[in-house]
């Protein structure tokens, strides 16, 4: 079984049409910055399905005859650290982003894959430095600020961390490609709830993450939980249901943070 690439997902979020082919989400102004952001087409485009298919080798083959004839381009490098990205080898991945940062025209996903890398690598002041450079190159979008958040909640920082999950929220929630996106942040700012004690809280971020994501499946495990701690047994059972029954629905998602 070839594995599911949450990273990939994401870029396609990233890029502001969730599930298009690479020439339909790529090659459009970011959202708020005006930065163009270069297409994946050609080629390059037929790599860009083969890493999303698991083929990572492959694409790999591809994009060295790619960059052969037509030099390190910034796509193509970001391309190829994402096939080390999808394969978990995130020492590798974070060595072809910073190259693709390195080239031009700038390509901004760049920098927030190499933000999840770093912090998969643990290399915390690369990965908000990262987030932080895309946020300035995109300011509308709301992952990176999920990623910043993640971070401040691993350092303990509460009140930067409900801030940014606060921001991922805001700036995804019109925007019905990104349910996803805002399903997670309200998970997290659920978590912070029950750190703070503010269960009742925890309770309504949950409710209305599974209200806009149905299938978002750690949400109903946290809410029967939260509900189970709040002496309302009914609701506990009922979430314990719904969590089961997404399971049964919905391949188990990778559990990775992005």
Known sequence: MKPAITSLLLLLLLQGCRGGTPEEVSGNETRDAGIKIPAIDGDLAVAY????????????????????THGEDARALFLFG????????????????????????????????????????GDVDTSIEAFGRHIKMTPGEGDSHYGLGLLALDAGDLE????RFNDARRLQLDRPDR?????????????????????????????????????????????????????????????????????RRNTPRTGFPE
């Open 179 to 247: 349910i996803d996106g805002v399903s997670k942040a309200l998970v997290r700012m659920a978590e912070l709830d029950e750190l703070q004690g503010n269960r009742n809280t925890a309770r309504l971020h949950l409710e209305e993450a599974v209200k806009i994501d149905p299938d978002r499946v750690e949400a109903w495990h946290r809410l029967a939980r939260c509900c189970r701690r709040l002496g309302d047994d009914s609701a506990a059972v009922d979430a314990e249901q719904q969590h089961a029954a997404a399971l």
């Open 160 to 163: 930067e961390a409900e801030a």
């Open 82 to 121: 994402l096939a080390y990205h999808s394969e978990r080898r995130y020492a590798r991945s974070t060595e072809w982003f910073r190259r693709s940062l390195d080239a031009t025209p700038v390509y901004p996903p760049s920098a927030h894959f190499l933000g999840w890398s770093s912090y998969y690598l």
């Open 49 to 68: 399905r083969l890493i999303e298919e698991g083929d990572t080798g492959p694409a790999r083959i591809r994009l060295r005859g790619w960059m052969d």
